[in-house]
Every structure is written in C-alpha cells, then in structure tokens.
C-alpha cells in the first residue's frame, strides 16, 4: 500500500511537490488548505479544504486517515499551523518534514528596515514617506489603520480585511510580477516606501529590485522562527530526498 502523505499547502512549492509525488507509485498524497482563498491553483492528488481544529484535531484526522508523513509546505507566516504541525506530529509519533524557500537577502544599494512585526513596521512610516505600497497579505491591516496621515496601496490576492487605514486604494493581483511592471506601479503611485513581509521566492520579488533601482525604502517584516526542534528543508528536491526513504 503506499504511504499516505499530508501536505499542508498554500504555496507554489506546495503544488510542485504534490505534482512530484503524484507520479511516485509508493505515494498517496492529499493537499490540505486553509480556504482563505477562494480561487486556489489547480492541485494534483487529493485535496482537503478548511481547519482541523488545532493541533489535536490534525493529530486525530492523521490518525482517522492513516497519514504516514506530515509535510508543511504552508506560508512562512503561517506560525500558528507550523506550531500546529509540530505538535502534531509528536503526538502521534509521525515524521515531519517542513519545506520552506530561503527567505530574501539585501544586495548592493538596498535600502531596507528590518522589523519584527506588522505594529514595528508601522511606527516607522512617518519618518520614511508619505505613500505607502503595502503588500503584506489582506490581514494585519489593522496595524496601520491609526496612520490618517499617509496613503496607503494595498496590493492583495483577495480583498483585504477592515480595518484598514483611512486613505486606501486597493489593488487585487497575483503575481508574478516584473520589475518593469513593479516599477511602473512605484512610479505612477509616487510611493516613498514599500513594505512587505520576508516571504522569500521569485513570484513577488520583483518589487525589491524595482525599489532599489528607484530608491525607495522597503520595511520588511522577518519571518517567524521555527518551533523549537524542527528544521526545514529549503526546496522541492531537498523535500523529495529526505521523503524519499519512506515512500513504499
């Protein structure tokens, strides 16, 4: 019988990795997402969609399912369902194997802030300018909302959720996206500063490269640390050889 594996997904290399292990003949894969989004990329394997219900509702559904490997490939923002995963995965004895691209470095001419939090990067928009392109996700903007003094635009997958500042456009892409089209955006904006969460990758790295050539300042939120004890692996075949060995 092969053995069972449970993705928890949401992200390109998520799909990438299902994809590869469809075609393996000693795996049975289901992708999980959380359903924040309503038009997800196509999946290939079986596909589940909605909450467990913390870490003890996933640890039963492994159980009720017979999942031999939890695979966290989830945003990574997504503390709380990697927090999940780990606790799971240690409650029932099962392996874990978490997949996260390396988050993005600052070259030659970048002018970024590192911050911790959404409420960090706020406090320090006054000083740096006074339009502002978020591109922090549709939550969290509630920590800018108190900021009446600046314009906002808010660039999203999915419309974002108030409160949100009062002097907002939003813009609703998915990218990739250019530097030729970032720049453009930064330009016909007139944005003094992006800020953006360290999602790392390519899809949505162009805006970077577009601030640097232009000078603009970039807050950018870092990414929350592991649980204690767990590890990741940085890429889809890295993922594919530490699963390897236990596929049937």
Same mark, same amino acid.
């Given at each position: 019988m092969p053995a069972h594996l449970l993705i928890l997904g949401g992200t390109t290399e998520a799909r990438e990795l299902a994809a590869a292990l469809v075609a393996h003949p000693g795996a049975r894969v289901t992708t999980s997402l959380a359903g924040r989004v309503s038009r997800p990329g196509?999946?290939?394997?079986?596909l589940r969609v909605g909450g467990f219900g913390g870490a003890?509702?996933?640890?039963?559904?492994?159980?009720?399912?017979?999942?031999?490997v939890l695979v966290d490939a989830? @945003?990574?923002f997504a503390a709380a369902i990697t927090a999940n995963a780990a606790r799971a995965a240690a409650a029932t004895?099962?392996?874990?194997?978490?997949?996260r691209r390396p988050g993005w470095r600052p070259g030659l001419g970048d002018r970024w802030h590192s911050v911790s939090s959404l409420p960090e990067a706020a406090?320090?928009?006054?000083?740096?300018?006074?339009?502002?392109?978020?591109?922090?996700?549709? #939550?969290? #903007?509630?920590?800018?909302?108190?900021?009446?003094?600046? @314009?906002?635009?808010?660039?999203?997958?999915?419309p974002p959720e108030p409160p949100m500042p009062p002097h907002t456009e939003v813009l609703l892409a998915r990218g990739p996206f250019t530097v030729a089209d970032e720049s453009a955006l930064l330009r016909a904006h007139r944005i003094d500063v992006v800020v953006t969460k360290d999602s790392g990758g390519t899809?949505?790295?162009?805006?970077?490269?577009?601030?640097?050539?232009?000078?603009?300042?970039v807050v950018l939120v870092r990414r929350p640390p592991l649980p204690e004890g767990v590890t990741a692996v940085a890429?889809?075949?890295a993922a594919l050889a530490e699963l390897e060995p236990r596929l049937r």
């Open positions: 196509a999946l290939e394997g079986e003890e509702g996933l640890a039963a559904w492994l159980r009720a399912e017979r999942v031999d989830t @945003h990574p004895g099962l392996p874990l194997v978490v997949l406090a320090l928009l006054p000083e740096l300018g006074g339009r502002v392109l978020l591109t922090t996700g549709r #939550l969290g #903007l509630a920590a800018f909302a108190h900021l009446a003094g600046l @314009h906002f635009v808010v660039r999203s997958v999915e899809a949505t790295s162009a805006k970077l490269t577009a601030a640097r050539e232009l000078g603009v300042p890429d889809v075949p």
